[in-house]
C-alpha cells in the first residue's frame, strides 16, 4: 500500500508541474502552438476547464489556475491521510 501511495503522490507532484509548466507558456507568444504545447495543454485543459467555469477571469488575470493546483495539492494532502488513516 505504501508504493500505491507514494505512486499517487508522484503522480500528483508530476501534474501539479504540468499545469505551471502550461501555466507559464501563456507567456511565450507561440509557445501553446508548438507540439509539445498542444501535448501539454491536452493533458492540462480538461482539469483547468473545470475551474474557469466557476471562477471568472479578474481583468486579465485568470486565477483559475492557481486556484486549481492548490485544490490538486489539498487532494493530495487528503490521500495521503486517507492511505496513512486506513492502511
Do not use: N
Not at 16 to 44: D, T
Amino acid at each position: 500500500m505504501e508504493q500505491l501511495l507514494g505512486l499517487f503522490s508522484f503522480a500528483i507532484y508530476i501534474y501539479s508541474w504540468v499545469l505551471i509548466i502550461y501555466i507559464l507558456m501563456s507567456w511565450f507568444p507561440g509557445a501553446r502552438e508548438s507540439s509539445f504545447g498542444e501535448l501539454i495543454g491536452r493533458i492540462a485543459e480538461p482539469y483547468l476547464e473545470i475551474f474557469r467555469r466557476f471562477i471568472p477571469p479578474l481583468g486579465m488575470i485568470d486565477i483559475s489556475p492557481i486556484v486549481a493546483i492548490i485544490v490538486l495539492r489539498f487532494a493530495g494532502m487528503g490521500l495521503d491521510t486517507f492511505f496513512r488513516m486506513f492502511f
